[in-house]
T-cell receptor, first 116, second 114 residues
Framework: DTEVTQTPKHLVMGMTNKKSLKCEQH?????MYWYKQKAKKPPELMFV???????INESVPSRFSPECPNSSLLNLHLHALQPEDSALYLC???????????????FGPGTRLTVL | QKEVEQNSGPLSVPEGAIASLNCTYS??????FFWYRQYSGKSPELIMS????GDKEDGRFTAQLNKASQYVSLLIRDSQPSDSATYLC??????????????FGRGTQLTVWP
């Protein structure tokens, strides 16, 4: 089973709202990722968690706050977002991070976020 | 700067033809290479991974890797309209501080017409 689930599928929020995106995997993977994808662009890495510890933060603004409560769950807390933050937010997981097949990353369906 | 370049496309082929998608990368220590398919409005789906020089076949898909030329390609045989999507090339560089990080190309949009 290579399933990564994400909720909600769609989210509309105002610039003063606080919301959270959720991601879950039950593949026993030890690495989880948040990506942001704008239309007609490739996914852009935001954060990497390895063994429940934040290992990569790609200089993401503090209005995005990741959390990894356990090895299966990944959250992205959103606060005071801007309209330009509207995008598809993708979660992925892999066995690694490591080499070769252990870094095959499997993506969830994404959350389509609109910031008004 | 780790760059991954893909043929810009869009690529349009008739049904039943071979579609050839190309990708070059700049970092010689790259070790793992992946092809993702992304339908419009959907998330990327891993369709092929390749780690050593040569060809790897999976059904109608063949990935080819040439590390000396820093080149990886994806061939889709007997193309079907359902193959119409954007194909993303992703490269992993096995350096300590970036272990696990994927570098994506901009994608090639493929259209297969009946």
């Amino acid at each position: 089973d290579t399933e990564v689930t994400q909720t909600p599928k769609h989210l509309v929020m105002g610039m003063t709202n606080k919301k959270s995106l959720k991601c879950e995997q039950h593949m026993g993977h030890r690495a989880m990722y948040w990506y942001k994808q704008k239309a007609k662009k490739p996914p852009e890495l935001m954060f990497v968690y390895s063994y429940e510890k934040l290992s990569i933060n790609e200089s993401v603004p503090s209005r995005f706050s990741p959390e990894c409560p356990n090895s299966s769950l990944l959250n992205l807390h959103l606060h005071a977002l801007q309209p330009e933050d509207s995008a598809l937010y993708l979660c992925a997981s892999s066995q690694g991070p490591a080499r070769g097949h252990e870094n095959e990353q499997f993506f969830g369906p994404g959350t389509r976020l609109t910031v008004l | 700067q780790k760059e991954v370049e893909q043929n810009s496309g869009p690529l349009s082929v008739p049904e039943g033809a071979i579609a050839s998608l190309n990708c070059t990368y700049s970092d010689r220590v790259s070790q793992s290479f992946f092809w993702y398919r992304q339908y419009s409005g959907k998330s990327p789906e891993l369709i092929m991974s390749i780690y050593s020089n040569g060809d790897k076949e999976d059904g109608r898909f063949t990935a080819q890797l040439n590390k000396a030329s820093q080149y990886v390609s994806l061939l889709i045989r007997d193309s079907q309209p359902s193959d119409s999507a954007t194909y993303l090339c992703a490269v992993q560089t096995d350096r300590g501080s970036t272990l696990g990080r994927l570098y994506f190309g901009r994608g090639t949009q493929l259209t297969v017409w009946p």
